[in-house]
């Protein structure tokens, strides 16, 4: 039985779980080790009482998976975003030398904003291993999937995230869809485009990696190398404090400054085609980081990619860079990048919680502990023009259906000229168009905002940048971040 609780001490509300059979789960309760994570539901107190063993933990206020399959409210998409929140929280117990006992799908819990959290650590069988786990774990995503092309069986896989990556490769193109990962505190990653776009997008980067996991894949024709060579020998894998990761981490940005004999800035425009990490796990997302003297600015950003943990992770990109941009990785709570440490001439810049919006110091620089070789390699194509999935411009625009405009504001570009911003549903999507006076000059969806949502803010943060905030009908955010152009405007993040 669970009941809603207080715990008097703190008055804090609990979920209170009550386990008839004193004797039988005290001695189980020697055996119960429960992991902290993003996607773990809190332990606050285990031990037994008068009506037999308890469970004090997080109050989650939603539902659980197994409601929502009973409802028939769970597309494939769906339930592979909740299912990958599972597996990063699985893999990081197996990490950590913690098995589950129990995976099925009464012991994930989806929030009513989004995000899934598995709960019910070290309450199923006393023989628990991670091998046991992953086989409940692909039985449940086999569940969730069942009647579609990716409920076929995984063979033989290594880790959980494994298993998702392999039933999203089965779905029908049809069927792929953009999704965000979210952490708790942490941004929502966007997907990259709308329809077809959007689900070449996803696919490429999920499916990105390539020949050995122990080995960096070939260069891609036609691209130049920034930041790490990738070299395996002592490679460590920490988080955001240099220590190692674990559900209390905490999140950052970093980028590498200087790396002797290795190029870290962009000699020349052009589009970021890929990226890849060595020793990294959890959730991870390339940033292009423009700098000013002491000051840094992120500019552009990539989707979240959830990185399993087991070598070399490669991930297909699309992201434009300027001459003289450095490149980083935004890193998610509870997530570790691989670093070699005390490198002779390695320095990073790091800032604790994501790189704001604007110009801003460094948080932790040079000499501050950190001053290790990002595993971090990122090909790009100079001179490779970069055009936002979707956006209409010149004329198209300017024949494109009014639709239905639900906000809007002016901004100011540095040359002194006015555009107006304006969000418009047109039915099937959402999208931010640019005006000259009355003429259309150029329209881009917004990725994952639905139409059945509501705008919840679209302000001019600092020219020429406006913000975007949306919430979707089943309350899930969606922030974005544009720069407006003369002609034309382009994402941020």
């Not at 089965?170 to 979210?182: C, D």
């Not at 905030?469 to 993040?493: C, E, F, K, L, Q």
Request: charged share 20%; with cysteine; glycine share 12%.
């Amino acid at each position: 039985m669970v009941y809603e609780a207080t715990q008097l001490s703190l008055d804090r509300r609990v979920a209170l779980k009550l386990f008839p059979g004193r004797v039988a789960l005290a001695e189980g309760s020697q055996r119960l080790h429960w992991p902290e994570h993003p996607h773990v539901t809190r332990l606050y107190a285990a031990g037994s009482c008068d009506h037999g063993y308890f469970v004090a933990m997080q109050l989650v206020r939603g539902t659980s998976l197994a409601t929502l399959q009973s409802a028939g409210r769970l597309d494939p998409s769906r339930a592979l975003e909740i299912l990958g929140n599972v597996a990063i929280a699985l893999d990081s117990a197996h990490r950590q030398g913690v098995a589950h006992g129990a995976v099925n799908a009464r012991n994930v819990l989806v929030e009513d904003g989004g995000r899934a959290l598995l709960t019910d650590f070290g309450v199923g069988p006393a023989r628990a291993d991670p091998a046991s786990d992953r086989a409940a774990f692909a039985a449940l995503v086999q569940q969730c999937l069942e009647g579609t092309a990716a409920a076929a069986t995984t063979p033989s896989p290594d880790t959980a995230a494994a298993i998702v990556r392999s039933a999203v490769e089965r779905l029908p193109p049809a069927a792929r869809r953009s999704r965000r990962i979210r952490r708790p505190g942490w941004p929502a990653a966007l997907g990259l485009g709308v329809g077809a776009v959007a689900a070449a997008a996803f696919v490429a980067v999920l499916t990105a990696g390539e020949g050995d996991r122990g080995t960096p894949p070939p260069l891609l024709r036609g691209v130049q190398v920034l930041g790490s060579g990738l070299a395996e020998p002592g490679v460590s894998s920490v988080g955001c404090d240099g220590r190692q990761a674990s559900g209390a981490s905490l999140p950052c940005s970093v980028v590498q400054t200087r790396l002797d004999g290795r190029p870290l800035t962009a000699p020349r425009g052009g589009t970021i085609r890929r990226w890849t990490v060595r020793g990294a796990s959890g959730e991870l997302a390339l940033q292009v980081i423009r700098r000013r003297g002491r000051q840094f600015d992120a500019v552009a950003r990539s989707p979240t990619f959830l990185v399993s943990g087991d070598g070399i992770e490669a991930v297909a990109a699309s992201l434009p860079i300027r001459a003289g941009d450095l490149v980083g990785l935004e890193v998610a709570p509870g997530a570790a990048i691989g670093v070699r440490r005390d490198v002779r001439g390695a320095s990073t810049a790091r800032w604790i919680g994501p790189l704001r919006r604007g110009m801003q110091q460094v948080d932790r620089g040079a000499a501050t502990g950190f001053d290790h070789e990002l595993q971090l390699r990122v090909e790009y194509e100079p001179g490779a023009r970069w055009r936002p999935p979707g956006l209409v411009s010149g004329p198209d625009a300017a024949l494109a259906p009014s639709g239905r405009r639900l906000g809007a504001t002016d901004v100011e570009l540095r040359d002194g000229r006015v555009r107006a911003v304006a969000v418009v549903g047109t039915g099937r999507q959402i999208a931010i168009d640019v005006f000259a006076g009355e003429r259309r000059l150029a329209r881009l969806p917004v990725p994952d905002a639905d139409p059945g949502g509501r705008l919840v803010e679209l302000v001019t943060h600092e020219r020429p940048i406006v913000i975007l905030s949306w919430r979707n009908g089943d309350g899930r955010a969606v922030d974005r971040d544009y720069a407006v152009h003369a002609s034309s405007i382009t994402p941020r993040n």
